[in-house]
């Protein structure tokens, strides 16, 4: 029988109380199907560790997290550690060390979530961000010069190497075609005339393979108008580190919030791990309370399953969350409802038990 060894990452604020639902709910899958197992190992790395240790993670980490089938990681970050020393000490080092440069993000109204746009139906909101996650503005290349003196610099280098935009870019033709959806690629080529003129000119030499794909190009402000006018014009869009950062935080407000965003960071070639994670952080304004939504935690859960192959439990809970929010008994406060964390989970629990 398949065992899946997931390294669990839970992290800090409200990062521990999603995971929990979102293990809850991925263990019940793995008895329902009977088939498969899933063995938990739970990894304390976060602020508290860093506090305690001097590092966010031993430095082994990465050669610990190997051996497994996939990260599951809650948040990263809380006040008290300066966010890019506990960002590059975690999150950032397992994404790049894992080579995970494809970031996943759905932004899809599902049924019964709220979309704060007006005359906007749920099959309006429908695509799938396709995010650079190994280089490009997040590459931390840079330096610090003359500090603390007048004359005190800052410099901050993107990284736009062939390989990494091609790569990204291929992924999200070879997905556009797959599905018979439009591509759209973001990017700022009128003000970063090298970075994003390069990408553009690869984004159109790569389009030569995927004639029948479709595809827009558009610049990153526009886009973000788009998004909020006219989301339907959106199916497959392939951008950036920053811009897809900045851009799911968007496709999250018009998708039912940040409790409903999920993102797999997929190394497709499956050479290391790849790590799933709501793409929220750690809510310290509402840590501790229990009423966190787990519901982007759940479906990166499903995004987890998928990448298992085990897509038919990916779609499974997928539609749990969609009678959850269709019935709207069982919802944490960011959604309008009055139930807590591990409410929410019981409830996805018993909906998957049928
Ligand atoms: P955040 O996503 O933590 O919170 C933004 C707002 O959304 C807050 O009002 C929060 O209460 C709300 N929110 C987020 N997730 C929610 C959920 N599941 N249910 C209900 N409400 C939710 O972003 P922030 O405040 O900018 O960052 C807080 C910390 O998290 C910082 O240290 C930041 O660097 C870190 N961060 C980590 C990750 C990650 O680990 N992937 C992502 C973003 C931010
Ligand atoms: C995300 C987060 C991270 C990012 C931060 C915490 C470094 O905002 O996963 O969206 O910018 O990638
Ligand atoms: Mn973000």
New binding site residues.
Partial sequence: MKNYKIAVIA?????PE?VAVGKKVLAEVAKLDGNFTVEFTDFPWGCEYYLKTGEMMPADGLDVLKTFDAVY???????GVP?NV??EGL?LKIRRGFDEYINLRPVKLLKGAPCPLKDVTAAEVDMVVVRENSEGEYANVGGRLYRGTPREVALQTGVFSRHGCERVIRYAYELAQKEHKTLTSVTKGNALGYSMVFWDEIFREVGKDYPKVKTYSLMVDAASMFFVKDPKRFQVVVTSNLFGDILTDLGAAIAG???LAAGANLNPERKFPSMF??????????AGQG???????VWSVSQMLDFFGENLWGERVISAIETLLTEKKTL???LGGIANTQEVGEAIVAMLRG
């Fill in positions: 992290g800090d604020g409200i990062g999603v990681l809650g948040a990263v970050g809380y006040p966010d506990s960002l999150l919030g940040m409790g994670e709501p793409i929220h952080g750690s809510a310290p304004d509402i009423i966190a939504n787990p519901l982007a935690a944490t406060p960011d």
